[in-house]
């Protein structure tokens, strides 16, 4: 069965850095986009970051452009997001998720906290 193991959070300090993985299983994972999704407190679930199949195509929300990276490595079916300089305002629950055949398969999530 489809398993997406989010892993890499934590409490980190504003200007501080932390890498996100992503570990799938159950499906190609070469041939599916791969997204990153965070969801703060009282807040609705947003895009963060989407990687093309083969990493070509890439696009990230404003607010966290020029400072995430999303990056994948089809050998080891891991999707990355490396998040440097972090805000307080970064602080949520992040997701990976993929979609297969239109039916949307979500991790558990990792915290990252970003506090002083």
């Known amino acids: 069965q489809v398993q997406l193991v989010e892993s890499g959070g934590g409490l980190v300090q504003p200007g501080g850095s932390l890498r996100l993985s992503c570990a799938a299983s159950g499906f190609t994972f070469s041939s599916s986009v791969m997204r990153w999704y965070r969801q703060a407190p009282n807040k609705e679930r947003e895009l963060v970051a989407t990687i093309a199949q083969s990493g070509g195509s890439i696009n990230y929300a404003g607010s966290v452009k020029g400072r995430f990276t999303i990056s994948r490595d089809n050998a080891k079916n891991t999707v990355y997001l490396q ?13 990976c998720k993929a979609v297969l055949a239109f039916v949307a398969y979500w991790g558990q999530g990792t915290q990252v906290t970003v506090s002083s």
């Open 83 to 95: 998040m440097n300089n972090l805000e307080p305002d970064d602080t949520a629950v992040y997701y």
